[in-house]
């Protein structure tokens, strides 16, 4: 199994891993939980979600016929349960599907449309990692493995940062 690297410093909070011993050789350049954040609100928006990237996620799926499925198919490393475990384990899909899905994502917010440039405004970090993302996942595809997201929330190392606030580089 293989992990997704992060610069120096910047604690594990998103977790991309690679089901190949290969070692990804395409690291994150910066902090790429802003990628969970996203899809943690867009995800948000089936049950009310309010906050302007659940309303993005909502244009992007309605408006823009989008499908956030791979984007939005992630799951919690603690495992206290089973049943977290059995989630853990079904969270694995095949790396095309997610490249696809996050570069029409990062295509859409790159020309966005009248509806979505006010909602994604101070947002504009998530396409870099979406684009280090794709690049993960096509080298993934290239040797037949799947990939699989997933978050620790816990406090361990927490730097207090929120993901609108990752400096770009």
Not at 11 to 22: C, G, I, K, Q, Y
Not at 53 to 65: D, E, F, I, P, Q
Request: net charge negative.
């Amino acid at each position: 199994m293989s992990l997704a690297r992060l610069p120096i410093g910047i604690p594990l909070r998103f977790f991309v891993e690679f089901d190949t011993d290969e070692e990804c050789p395409f690291p994150f350049t910066d902090d790429p939980t802003v990628i969970l954040f996203f899809a943690s609100w867009a995800y948000s928006a089936d049950f009310g979600g309010q906050h302007e990237l659940a309303l993005a996620g909502n244009h992007l799926r309605r408006t823009l016929n989008m499908d956030l499925k791979p984007l939005l198919r992630y799951a919690d490393r603690e495992t206290e349960s089973e049943l977290d475990r059995r989630e853990l384990e079904r969270a694995w899909q095949p790396a095309v599907e997610l490249a696809a899905c996050i570069r029409a994502v990062a295509q859409a917010w790159e020309a966005p449309d009248a509806a979505l440039a006010p909602l994604i405004a101070g947002y504009e970090h998530l396409v870099p990692r979406l684009l280090e993302l794709a690049v993960m996942c096509d080298w993934a595809a290239a040797r037949g493995a799947r990939v699989r997201m997933s978050f620790d929330l816990s406090d361990r190392g927490s730097t207090g940062r929120t993901p609108r606030t990752v400096p770009l580089r």
